[in-house]
């Protein structure tokens, strides 16, 4: 990788702006390799140094890709307005690196967020076209039998959609509970389906994201963490994966 200049470096990770990571860099802060260094312009490879900021160690990353375990209660919105935003549940880095929810979950929905600060992955997983499947968990107020099963596979009218909305799968999953699996992202579109169906949804939980599943992770609800190759492969297009 190209070297990058000490405060840049600082600066591409999230610690502030140019400025400030240059102050940071005066007064000792930064270290590579254990050694402190004060001159801002010096130069280093990322990728082929160790370095600190405060004795934190960090890894350099290019560009994040985050998942959250959503508790309920916070909003997915940049600038939310009646609740908490899901960032104000990760370091403040990520908020100067522009990080961004995939999507969006409503305030009381909760389970898994993917965010990022890479536009190109974030337009990808968005699009309509990439299909990747998601999973939900639904309580619903009435008790869920095979007629709603079967409405729900069948498709139901939403309004303003000119042809029924099919779930890929739904499946009863307790009394009053269920899990869908729909590979569009519309507005309250679980929440819709169901009061399409004569149903209330109480709770809703996003357990499953293409073959990334909430239950493997082992995140409390307010947790995130950085996301390997290996469970990004796992974010791929319904036509090249099973269902979640
Ligand atoms: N469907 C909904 O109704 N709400 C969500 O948050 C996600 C999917």
């Not at 499947?133 to 303003?160: F, N």
């Amino acid at each position: 990788m190209k070297p990058l200049s000490a405060d840049r470096l600082l600066q591409s990770q999230g610690f502030g702006t140019r400025r400030w990571c240059q102050q940071l860099i005066a007064e000792g802060a930064f270290r590579m390799d254990g050694k402190v260094i004060t001159d801002p312009h010096a130069r280093i490879d990322p990728t082929a140094h160790g370095f600190s900021v405060f004795d934190e160690i960090l890894e350099y990353r290019a560009q994040v890709y985050l998942v959250l375990h959503k508790p309920p209660g916070y909003e997915c919105s940049r600038k939310a307005s009646h609740h908490p935003g899901v960032l104000s549940l990760l370091p403040e880095q990520m908020s100067w690196r522009e990080v961004q929810p995939v999507g969006r979950l409503d305030h009381d929905t909760t389970g898994l967020l993917l965010l990022s600060d890479d536009g190109a992955f974030i337009h990808r997983q968005a699009s309509p076209r990439h299909h990747v499947p998601k999973r939900y968990r639904a309580q619903v107020h009435e008790p869920v039998d095979a007629a709603l099963i079967a409405l729900l596979q069948a498709g139901v009218r939403l309004q303003d959609e000119p042809a029924p909305i099919a779930a890929l799968e739904a499946v009863a999953t307790g009394a009053h509970e269920l899990e869908l699996v729909l590979d569009e992202g519309k507005y309250h579109q679980v929440k819709r389906m169901l009061a399409a169906a004569g149903k209330h949804c109480t709770a809703l939980c996003r357990v499953a994201i293409g073959r990334l599943r909430l239950d493997a992770l082992g995140l409390e609800p307010g947790q995130w963490r950085h996301l390997g190759a290996d469970q990004l492969a796992l974010l791929t297009p319904a036509d090249q994966a099973a269902r979640p």
